[in-house]
């Protein structure tokens, strides 16, 4: 069965510091990938996505991924944390015709 | 203005009670799905429909109802046998499978 591991459902970091947030998949096909952010009481919203093209993925708010087959990973990271990007962070696989989600990283940001 | 729009947002239900939480969308999408998130358990799904008169189970789809009528419109209804109701629900549409979901701000829904 396909899924998403996501390292650490809680992620500290300081302001101004690199975020990382770890993401993992399994599919025996390939798969398109999403991170997509969540803000208190609110829907989802997509941060970026990679469908086979380029295998570094810019997307909105200076974040970015990189697929890499070898690991089946794709980790999401900004150069510098802002106060703005505490929230929950999910990654997602979709190898078919369903999305499959990971449970989350809560990522604070530290003053 | 394009989106998706889910109704109420909060919702409380008594025992014995079928509720109705409704999603509705103007992206002119094919595709529309509900999910169930409790703390720390991420998203869920519970029904998913690539097209009008047509949708599947997910994956905890006991005790959940839908109907696809039409394009825009994609109610969840939880029934009374649903016993353990309490949990933010979220309703998203595509373009089609695989494409990116847009979600709705979602309903909390409540037992009295």
């Known amino acids: 069965a396909q899924s998403v591991t996501q390292l650490g459902s809680h992620v500290s970091v300081s302001e101004g510091a690199l975020v990382l947030l770890r993401c993992n998949y399994s599919?025996?096909?390939?798969?398109?990938l999403f991170w997509y952010v969540q803000y208190p009481n609110q829907g989802l919203q997509l941060l970026l996505k990679?469908?086979?093209?380029?295998?570094l993925v810019k997307g909105i708010n200076g974040f970015e991924a990189e697929f890499k087959k070898s690991e089946t990973s794709f980790h999401l990271t900004k150069p510098s944390a802002h106060m703005s990007d505490a929230a929950e962070y999910f990654c997602a696989v979709s190898p078919d015709d369903k999305i499959i989600f990971g449970k989350g990283t809560r990522l604070h940001i530290l003053p | 203005d394009g989106g998706i729009t889910q109704s109420p947002k909060y919702l409380f239900r008594k025992e014995g009670q079928n509720v109705t939480l409704s999603c509705e969308q103007n992206l002119n999408h094919d595709a529309m799905y509900w999910y169930r998130q409790d703390p720390g358990q991420g998203l869920r799904l519970i029904y998913y429909?690539?097209?009008?008169?047509?949708?599947q189970k997910g994956d905890i789809a006991e005790g959940y109802s839908v109907s696809r009528e039409k394009k825009e419109s994609f109610p969840l209804t939880v029934t009374s046998a649903q016993k353990n109701p309490t949990a933010f629900y979220l309703c998203?549409?595509?373009?089609?499978?695989?494409?990116?979901?847009?979600f709705g701000p979602g309903t909390r829904l409540l037992v009295l």
């Open positions: 998203a549409s595509s373009m089609w499978a695989q494409e990116t979901q847009y």
């Open positions: 429909s690539q097209i009008v008169n047509d949708f």
């Open positions: 599919s025996s096909v390939p798969p398109y």
């Open positions: 990679y469908t086979s093209a380029a295998t």
